[in-house]
């Protein structure tokens, strides 16, 4: 070969480089991140639309795919080479909502995003927002509406050392200008490091259970979702309780809780003195992810069950637990089931994936009718 086709060869070489390397702005190069310094004021969360150099890591498709009852009408409707996951659904101003989060892994080593994505007619989804925020893995979104408007909140944890400092942030839809507004550091009245998993409304109040491994789950109340208080705290749990899940039907309250190594709690309570619950042992050990609504006389549960993303109904009459179907795919990886009721017709939406293999969100409908919702 000669010099001149060598300097060819090099030259498109090197330029293919560069070119590769430019569209990983956004995407840090697999190494230690630096340490964060608490000394220095925590970074601001950035939002934005999503530049190209991202977009380029996320396929939006519309797949179908069937259960293994053929029960359940699925489709994967995001896919990636990298993490997507802690997926959650909501439907406001006749548009669905898709959040979920971007990273490198399930646990971050160097970035955790948060990505809400848009369908108006559940066959077209694209990205609408991205939420950054430098050194700091952010994870768990999740969708509510207070006073009429659609909010998303996320826990924030330092990258390096992991968790080292915990924070949650909120934020909300603009509808008038058609836009997300800036993330605000929820104040919680308090130094520890809990772990705000979910927010819900209820009578113009939002409520939330927190949890730090290894201490007992802890009830807070706010009254405009930035300025929060503990209320309570569940010494009477036992086991490692983790991921709460908080729903309301009138002055009853319900929580679905996870244990690690041991099987989940429904606990049950009045909303006038949420001091006192009752609880009832459910047959899942280390539930992943527990979500639920309330549907009828019954609740619809979702959860990661041995493995695989699956859909559940308890009879609050009969004390019954029976199950609707499995959700397509199965992994370790997998579940933390986004819901949302309308009518007679649930919908869910979920992740499933393997590291190395790629990741994916599906989008499934289950019509309640004629399913054994006993």
Not at 18 to 43: H, R, W
Not at 89 to 99: D, R
Not at 217 to 230: P, Q, W
Request: charged share 20%; aromatic share 12%; proline share 3%.
């Amino acid at each position: 070969m000669n010099r001149k086709k060598s300097r060819i060869i090099l030259t498109l070489f090197a330029l293919c480089a560069l070119l590769f390397e430019s569209c990983l702005v956004d995407i840090p190069t697999p190494a230690n991140s630096p340490v964060n310094n608490q000394k220095i004021i925590i970074p601001p969360v950035f939002n934005s639309a999503l530049n190209d150099s991202i977009n380029s890591f996320i396929s939006y498709s519309n797949t179908i795919l069937k259960s293994a009852d053929n029960s359940i009408e699925t489709r994967e409707i995001i896919n990636s080479k990298h993490h997507l996951a802690f997926t959650d659904l909501i439907k406001y101003n006749g548009a669905w909502y898709v959040a979920f989060r971007f990273s490198d892994g399930h646990v971050a080593t160097n970035f955790g995003h948060i990505i809400i994505a848009k369908s108006e007619n559940l066959e077209r989804w694209e990205s609408e927002q991205i939420y950054t925020q430098n050194n700091y893995d952010l994870r768990d979104p999740k969708l509510f509406i207070k006073d009429s408007v659609l909010c998303i909140h996320f826990h924030s944890a330092t990258i390096n050392p992991y968790a080292e400092s915990r924070n949650d942030y909120i934020a909300k839809y603009d509808l008038e200008n058609n836009r997300w507004g800036k993330a605000i550091k929820i104040n919680k009245n308090t130094n520890e490091k809990s772990w705000f998993w979910r927010l819900t409304e209820h009578n113009n109040k939002v409520y939330t259970i927190a949890y730090r491994g290894g201490e007992p789950l802890k009830l807070f109340i706010s009254n405009n979702g930035t300025d929060f208080n503990e209320q309570f705290r569940f010494e009477n749990i036992q086991g490692r309780a983790s991921e709460t899940t908080l729903r309301f039907d009138n002055d009853t309250v319900y929580a679905l809780i996870r244990r690690e190594g041991e099987g989940a709690l429904l606990g049950k309570s009045s909303v006038s003195d949420m001091t006192q619950w009752t609880f009832i042992d459910f047959p899942w050990v280390s539930m992943g992810g527990p979500n639920f609504l309330i549907y009828k006389d019954k609740l619809l549960i979702t959860g990661r069950i041995n493995g695989q993303p699956k859909l559940y109904s308890y009879s609050l009459n009969s004390n019954t637990l029976t199950q609707i179907g499995s959700l397509p795919g199965g992994f370790n990886e997998t579940g933390y089931c986004g819901m949302f009721l309308e009518e007679d017709i649930l919908y869910l939406a979920y992740y499933t994936g393997i590291k190395d293999r790629g990741f994916s969100i599906k989008f499934s409908r289950v019509n309640l009718k004629g399913l054994p919702v006993k």
